[in-house]
């Protein structure tokens, strides 16, 4: 079983920048491709969460969704076993929990593509 810890969530201001940061429990990746994401769910979508990211955990090689695209880099540290999310020109819109994923075979915008999840981490952008 594969734990993900998120962190770096807040509260900012909007235009302001945050870096979230994801630590996996997988010290072993056999398959390639092995894709680690980013997902989020916003205040009253309950049932959805919403693409943010993905990251190839050997190649590096992302996919970023339109909806944040210029403002959102995916990386990782395969010395420290970290996917960061940095987060720039944060809107309202960007408030939701912020979850780490991964186990998922490509880089895949389906949440049901990846079989472990994070708890979370809050992000709370005031107007």
């Known amino acids: 079983q594969v734990q993900l810890v998120e962190s770096g969530g807040g509260l900012v201001q909007a235009g302001g920048s945050l870096r979230l940061s994801c630590v996996t429990s997988q010290r072993i990746f056999t398959a390639d491709p092995y894709a680690m994401g980013w997902f989020r769910q916003a205040p009253g979508k309950e049932r959805e969460r919403e693409f943010v990211?993905?990251?190839?955990?050997?190649?590096?090689?992302?996919y970023v969704a339109d909806s944040v695209k210029g403002r959102v880099t995916i990386s990782r540290d395969k010395v420290n076993y970290r996917v960061y999310l940095q987060m720039n020109d944060l809107r309202p819109e960007d408030t939701a929990v912020y979850y780490c994923?991964?186990?998922?075979?490509?880089?895949?915008?389906?949440?049901?593509?990846?079989?472990?999840w994070g708890q979370g981490t809050q992000v709370t952008v005031s107007s």
């Open positions: 990211a993905a990251i190839y955990w050997m190649s590096g090689h992302t």
């Open positions: 994923a991964t186990g998922a075979d490509h880089l895949s915008p389906v949440e049901t593509r990846y079989p472990y």
